[in-house]
């Protein structure tokens, strides 16, 4: 067997393309696996010996709906960040004959649009030095340990490196602002 696995390869420390690494070192174990940047320019469409599969579908998707229809079987790891999934992100998975997920909570999520049977539950796994506590633990957070103690604030931190309108920016900066109007000493990372 032949997989054709389409993820970010151009940033190796993206959480996607380290999901992508430990999914294609296993599917090595069992088929040829070619691995393909999802930002390349397709210039073909997939045949009816192709299987394809595509980390995250979402992002790339609009570029390959139109040629995934002839591949033998189209597999999309995706995550749903919410309890619900846009009219859109619905659309898109349609075009999935498989649908991987990395948590049972996502397979409920994804169960209230498409049938179980399409919907494959397999963890992203945890690489073995983040359960080694000196691996993890740092002073990272001392200088804001000592703000939050030396001028008694509320500390409030927020990482969100990419997608900001799935996941809730929004709503995070509407906590801000009223927080603000509260006029009580917050500080914003």
Known sequence: ??????????????????????????????????????????????????????????????????????????????????????????????????????????VEIFSKYFDKDVIYYISHGVEDEFLTPSKIMSNDFNSIYKLKKEKNVIVIGTWITHSEWRKGMDIVLAIYRTLKKMKKMYSYL
Request: net charge positive.
């Open 1 to 106: 067997m032949i997989l054709q696995y389409f993820y970010p390869i151009y940033n190796q420390n993206d959480s996607f393309s380290i999901v992508a690494k430990h999914h294609i070192q296993f599917l090595k174990k069992h088929a040829t696996v070619y691995e393909i940047s999802n930002t390349a320019r397709i210039n073909y469409n997939f045949s009816k010996m192709d299987i394809v599969a595509f980390q995250p579908w979402l992002y790339v998707a609009d570029r390959f709906v139109n040629k995934v229809g002839n591949a033998k079987r189209t597999i999309c790891i995706e995550v749903a960040d919410s309890d619900e999934l846009s009219a859109d992100a619905i659309t898109r998975l349609q075009y999935c004959d498989r649908i991987i997920v990395p948590s049972k909570n996502n």
